[in-house]
């Protein structure tokens, strides 16, 4: 687990944009959950810190693909998920596994 950020970054309204092991993370507040997801679109890899979040979905800015960003399924092609990461609170602290969430 690595830390990426606190709970007052993302009260901000903006993503957490981090690195773990590597991988291009994003952290979303979410019904005040945290969570955790790749950072580009599975699609086309468009650049989701970019994108806009409607409730519990995120639109990809580049093609208006849709994302439910607990699950990471996709509305316009099931076959495609957005990767979910497991996020961790430790007081404000946020930690991040890029092992799958789910």
């Given amino acids: 687990m690595q830390k990426v950020g606190t709970m007052a970054d993302l009260a901000?309204?903006?993503?957490?944009?981090?690195?773990?092991?590597?991988?291009?993370?994003?952290?979303?507040?979410?019904?005040?959950?945290?969570?955790?997801?790749?950072?580009?679109?599975?699609?086309?890899?468009?650049?989701?810190?970019?994108?806009?979040?409607?409730g519990s979905q995120l639109i990809c800015p580049w093609h208006g693909w849709t994302f439910n960003l607990p699950s990471g399924s996709c509305e316009e092609d099931p076959d495609l998920v957005l990767a979910t990461y497991t996020v961790v609170r430790d007081g404000d602290d946020l930690l991040v596994s890029i092992d799958a969430a789910g």
Wanted: hydrophobic share 40%; net charge neutral; aromatic share 2%.
């Fill in 12 to 54: 901000a309204g903006k993503p957490i944009r981090a690195t773990v092991e590597g991988e291009k993370i994003l952290v979303f507040l979410v019904a005040d959950q945290p969570v955790a997801t790749a950072a580009r679109c599975p699609h086309a890899h468009g650049p989701l810190h970019q994108g806009e979040i409607c």
